[in-house]
């Protein structure tokens, strides 16, 4: 069968912008991508970070720092990418924020933080980075989404919706951005020990490290797939419940993650 997209499997020169690049995942996709031979122009809030990276291939690397809440900063620093580089073969989008969040501690201020940074800045990017690609007609576009946006989970009353819209996202870009040869991947990690999960008190299954997670990405895109799942371990089951009807996914979730009704209780008592 033929794969989604254009396998990538020769990074030497490639030019990668990777927006949420500082820590975690995306600093591991930094370091391995600059190891594979690509260019790499890295974004984050952080520039000490960035600069941090870049030592590691000064030649090869760009710093854009920027917030990619802000869409002027955004489009500068795809600007000064493109003075330098003239192209993008490849932009990850992998910035992203976590709170957990459950109804009885609803925070509105942290729930449109999360869409915030998760979806509204995905569309300054879009804004940006569309139409450099649509020109080039050639190059693509990961968005970095999660599993938590297959189906609704406890905790997750910003972060999920907010993975989930890129799902539906990515479905769509990919059918408007293939025919003019451009592709999109969908990368939905599981559990990977970065800050962002630093806080989760419950245990996380199948958890891996941020270098085992740029391997899968990299896996997955030399196989030019269009979703980009891992650990497939913990992915193919999730996958199995999102076939579930309502009745029996609320169920087994229930009796998985012990989410009854006890912690609203005691939420509501202390109020009392
Ligand atoms: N860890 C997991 O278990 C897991 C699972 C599924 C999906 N993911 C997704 O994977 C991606 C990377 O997360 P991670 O786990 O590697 O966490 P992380 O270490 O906290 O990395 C998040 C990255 O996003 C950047 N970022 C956040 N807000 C930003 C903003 N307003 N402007 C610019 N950059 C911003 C951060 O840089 P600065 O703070 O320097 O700006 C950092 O580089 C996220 O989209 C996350 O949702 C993670």
Sequence with gaps: MRSLNEPIR????????????????????????????????????????????????PDDVLVLPADVTDAKGLRRAHDQLMARWEGIDLVIWNAGTYTPMRAHEFDL??????????????????????????????????????????????????YGPSK????????????????LGVSTYLINPGFVRTRLVARNDFHMPA?????????????????????????????????LLRLLPYRAYFALVRSYTGSDAAPAQRAHDALR
């Design 10 to 57: 020769d990074w030497r020169r490639r030019r990668v912008w990777i927006v949420g690049a500082s820590t975690g995942i995306g600093a591991s996709l930094a370091h391995a991508l600059l190891r594979a031979g690509a260019r790499v122009a890295l974004t984050a809030r952080s520039a000490a970070a960035l600069e941090e990276i870049a030592r590691a291939a």
């Design 109 to 158: 201020d942290a729930a449109l933080h999360t869409l915030d940074t998760n979806l509204t800045a995905v569309y300054n990017g879009l804004s940006v980075a569309l139409p450099t690609l649509i020109r080039q007609r050639q190059g693509g576009i990961a968005l970095v989404a999660s599993v938590a946006g297959y189906r609704g989970l406890p905790r997750s009353l910003a």
């Design 164 to 179: 989930a819209a890129l799902h539906n996202l990515a479905e769509s870009l990919y059918m408007d951005l293939h025919p």
């Design 207 to 239: 958890l891996i490290d941020p270098d085992q997670a740029s391997a899968h990405i990299l896996e997955g895109l030399a196989a030019g797939r269009f979703e980009i799942h891992f650990p497939s371990r913990f992915t193919r089951a999730l996958k």
